[in-house]
């Protein structure tokens, strides 16, 4: 389970803004019976807007900003010898975001969903 939220905007060591996520999925076997479905909601949280099941070798790539809203939020039901298994590569770029990719301006880590608000957390 991981709450619906958008990923942090900065990378401190580098000092670059994050841009791209890839998802490979790693899971031989894996119902849809089992959830674990990634799903993306729209800018305003009033729902979700697309869902993409793990099944294995899957790949996702996706433009990550302060309004990409993305989670697997309902609890996994697969069998105990089993798991969701995954690799996660970001892309970075020196080039910030436009204005209407962010809603908050300082760098910070998640942004979660929280009763229909925006929340952060800070670095």
Known sequence: MLDIHCDGNWHDAM?????????????????????????FWDRKLEGCRKKIMPLNNRMVVFVTNDYTFHGHPAPLNCPEHESRRSLILYYYTSRPRTADEVAVTDPHRALWRNRGQVTGSRK
Do not use: D, F, T
Request: hydrophobic share 40%; aromatic share 12%.
């Open 15 to 39: 000092a670059v803004h994050r841009r791209l996520n890839v998802i490979l999925y790693l899971n031989p076997g894996w119902q849809e019976s089992w959830g674990g479905g990634l799903e």
